[in-house]
């Protein structure tokens, strides 16, 4: 994380945005439209994801940024689940469904991989 001065310089924060620009467009489609419920939700864990990484990041410390990395790894698989929801009731046909799922995916990917570094620079300093 050398170089990282700011949570927009996180890969992993720039990626849980790409992912959530796309879930935003992807939930506006007439198939959605109806659902309200269902966007919320997967609206609300796609946001969860980048908040989680920035409000960690900005506390300063290696373990509440590690805490918050594992909730926003969880939040991707959150929102994971939930694509398939929208698959299986009709939202979402199968090469939207990959898409996202596979974005969500490696997001996920990206935030454990930071997570681990994360936590080998908190056990470091003990």
């Known amino acids: 994380m050398s170089g990282v001065r700011r949570f ?4 992993a924060w720039q990626k849980a945005r790409e992912l959530n ?5 992807a939930t506006t489609t007439k198939a959605f439209s109806r659902d309200f419920s269902l966007i919320n939700q997967v609206r609300s864990a796609a946001a969860s994801i980048m908040s ?7 506390r300063g410390g290696a373990a509440e940024f590690h805490q918050y990395l594992v909730v926003a790894k969880a939040s991707c698989g959150e929102v994971r689940s939930q ?20 974005m969500a995916e490696n997001v996920g990917k990206i935030i454990g991989a ?3 570094a994360v936590q080998r620079r908190r056990d470091a300093k003990r």
């Open 8 to 11: 927009e310089d996180l890969v």
């Open 21 to 25: 620009r796309e879930i935003y467009t």
């Open 52 to 58: 989680n990484i920035a409000e960690g990041f900005e």
């Open 83 to 102: 694509l398939y929801l929208a698959l299986d009731v009709g939202y979402l046909d199968e090469k939207d469904f990959r898409y996202l799922h596979g």
């Open 114 to 116: 930071l997570r681990v």
